[in-house]
């Protein structure tokens, strides 16, 4: 079997995607927010907080958040942008995957008057027995240039974060024991996350940075949307395009997330 259908999530319409080995991904339409990745073992690989809302009140605490027009607070715009809290449209899909898509027309009114520039974005979702592929483009659909940074904010589910390790960011492996927020920047090479259930490999193409993100326990028990604990169990390896980059008329920007689980 490998289909698409639609669930909740919460209170969230949802896209479940299924490949004929059995690994399944769900994608809210909200944010087009991936929320659940599991490979064909059924184990998932994605963390979501038990206190996140799941009603389209604010941006899902978990999964994967895309992150456009603007990184955290680098800009006028709204913190980390607005891509993760619009209602995005599904494009297509098929045997295994599925493409979102979100363009200026489908903001609402003071969405788009803040950033008012005509683009249209894909998110293209892909799962096979042991990989999710993610691909995102930014497409320039006006008469005139725009800058934008984009990411996506993968919050990888962990056993323990002190038990952690993520290579090739730096010499020798990472490791984080409390708050961490660290962008790498002119990241190319592929990385590693042991500490799941399993080594996951990661590369990217387009996004020229990587961001490694955790909360540590006073920034977690802060944050309103996630359980006081919950932060041992999730580090945040982001690919990233931090410094914004100008698009023409015209012209489009690809960035592409694969993450494979080791046998
Ligand atoms: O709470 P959020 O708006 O989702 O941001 C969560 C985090 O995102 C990124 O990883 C930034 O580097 C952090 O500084 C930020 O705290």
């Known amino acids: 079997m490998s289909t698409i259908d639609m669930v909740d999530y919460g209170q969230l319409p949802a896209v479940r995607i299924r490949s004929a080995d059995g690994a399944q991904a769900i994608v809210t339409l909200y944010g087009a927010h991936l929320v659940s990745?599991?490979?064909?073992?059924?184990?998932?690989?994605?963390?979501?907080?038990?206190?996140?809302?799941?009603?389209?009140?604010?941006?899902?605490?978990?999964?994967?958040?895309?992150?456009?027009?603007?990184?955290?607070?680098?800009?006028?715009g709204m913190r980390h942008g607005f891509a993760r809290v619009a209602t995005w449209r599904v494009q297509e899909s098929g045997a295994g995957f599925a493409v979102f898509a979100l363009e200026n027309s489908d903001l609402p009114a003071a969405l788009a008057h803040a950033w008012p520039h005509a683009f249209a974005l894909t998110l293209r979702v892909e799962v096979n027995g042991a990989a999710l592929a993610l691909a995102l483009k930014v497409a320039n659909t006006g008469a005139d240039a725009f800058a934008f940074s984009a990411a996506l904010?993968?919050?990888?589910?962990?056993?323990?974060?002190?038990?952690?390790?993520?290579?090739?960011v730096q010499e020798?492996?990472?490791?984080?024991?409390?708050?961490?927020?660290h962008i790498y920047r002119g990241v190319d090479g592929?990385?590693?996350?042991?500490?799941?259930?399993?080594?996951?490999?990661?590369?990217?193409?387009?996004?020229?940075?990587?961001?490694?993100?955790?909360?540590?326990?006073?920034?977690?028990?802060?944050?309103?949307?996630?359980?006081?604990a919950e932060y041992r169990r999730f580090v945040c390896i982001e690919p990233a395009l931090i410094e914004p980059l100008t698009l023409a008329p015209g012209a489009a920007w690809r960035g592409a997330h694969t993450v494979s689980i080791e046998p």
Not at 57 to 71: C, K, L, M
């Open 37 to 76: 990745w599991q490979g064909a073992d059924g184990a998932e690989r994605l963390f979501c907080s038990a206190a996140s809302r799941l009603d389209g009140s604010r941006a899902i605490r978990g999964g994967v958040p895309v992150i456009f027009p603007q990184f955290a607070e680098r800009g006028t």
């Open 190 to 228: 592929a990385m590693t996350l042991a500490g799941g259930s399993a080594t996951l490999r990661l590369a990217q193409s387009g996004f020229t940075d990587a961001v490694v993100w955790n909360p540590g326990a006073l920034d977690a028990a802060a944050l309103n949307d996630m359980q006081d």
């Open 172 to 181: 020798g492996a990472l490791q984080i024991d409390d708050k961490f927020d």
């Open 153 to 168: 904010h993968t919050y990888f589910l962990v056993g323990e974060l002190a038990r952690v390790r993520i290579g090739g």
